[in-house]
């Protein structure tokens, strides 16, 4: 499946981050921790804030909010939110568990948007829309 332009870029900003943390592993935990944060308070959380402020409730225009995907995604992202706050809070030696886990449901829930949200937001909004949502889509 060829990406809209609005969906292509969400879908780079994924790989950038995966690539970034894969780079990253078996660094300095301390390093990797404080990118991983940066990079969240940055970019990601706004990525998220983005999918929940805009493209789900687009999205529950032509499916219901109880759908399972936008259920799915919205708790993703409570658990997200969750585990970078351990992650930020964490001791020296409670550390690289947080960060692994931090890391492992970062690569899980991309996985999970590029292989089913990402298409089916494509499918059910359509290239049109997506593309006159993009100046919304740019505010987070």
């Not at 499946?1 to 981050?17: E, G, I, N």
């Amino acid at each position: 499946m060829t990406l809209c332009p609005q969906l292509r870029r969400l879908s780079a900003c994924h790989a950038r981050w995966l690539a970034d943390g894969r780079r990253r592993r078996g660094k300095c935990v301390d390093e990797q921790c404080a990118r991983l944060l940066a990079a969240w308070d940055q970019e990601m959380n706004a990525h998220c804030r983005a999918e929940e402020e805009v493209l789900l409730p687009e999205l529950t225009r032509h499916v219901p909010e109880t759908d399972a995907l936008v259920v799915f995604t919205l708790g993703d992202h409570v658990v997200l939110r969750r585990l970078a706050r351990e992650l930020r809070v964490a001791g020296d030696a409670a550390r690289p568990a947080a960060l692994a886990r931090f890391l492992e449901k970062l690569e899980e829930h991309f996985r999970f948007e590029e292989r089913t949200l990402i298409p089916v937001l494509q499918e059910t909004i359509g290239c049109d829309r997506l593309a006159s949502l993009a100046d919304e889509m740019a505010r987070w």
